[in-house]
């Protein structure tokens, strides 16, 4: 699930192991969706609106658009979420962590 707290300023991200069934809660500042380039690139609208919705304030962006923004600012010093596990995901998390993110995570489907 996926839910923003107002209080904290942070984007709370709980994944299911689905084997044990165990929970695990982790605290973003922003989340990246990274889906590699092969395809169009897109974010689903009803995951977006869930985000805003809730609260989340920070930037959420395609891989695709890396290129156009100020990636290096935007990332420093914060923790980052890349959802998805292709190449552009690796790559963004080593650019990321290089351009000083204070954690980077991902996540992939199993």
Known sequence: SVTYDEATAKFA?????NLTGEEDTAHFDKCLWAAGENG???I??????LLHDDGFRGKTIH???VGAIA???TVRDRNV??????YSSEDL????IKAGAAKVYIVSRS
Do not use: C, I, M
């Not at 991200?13 to 192991?17: C, D, G, K, S």
């Not at 998390?93 to 990321?96: D, E, T």
């Open 93 to 96: 998390a080593l650019v990321a």
């Open 71 to 73: 990636f290096d600012a």
């Open 40 to 42: 169009k690139p897109s």
């Open 44 to 49: 689903p609208r009803e995951t977006d609106e």
């Open 63 to 65: 891989s695709s658009q």
């Open 81 to 86: 979420l890349l959802v998805g596990d292709s």
């Open 13 to 17: 991200v709980t994944a299911r192991n």
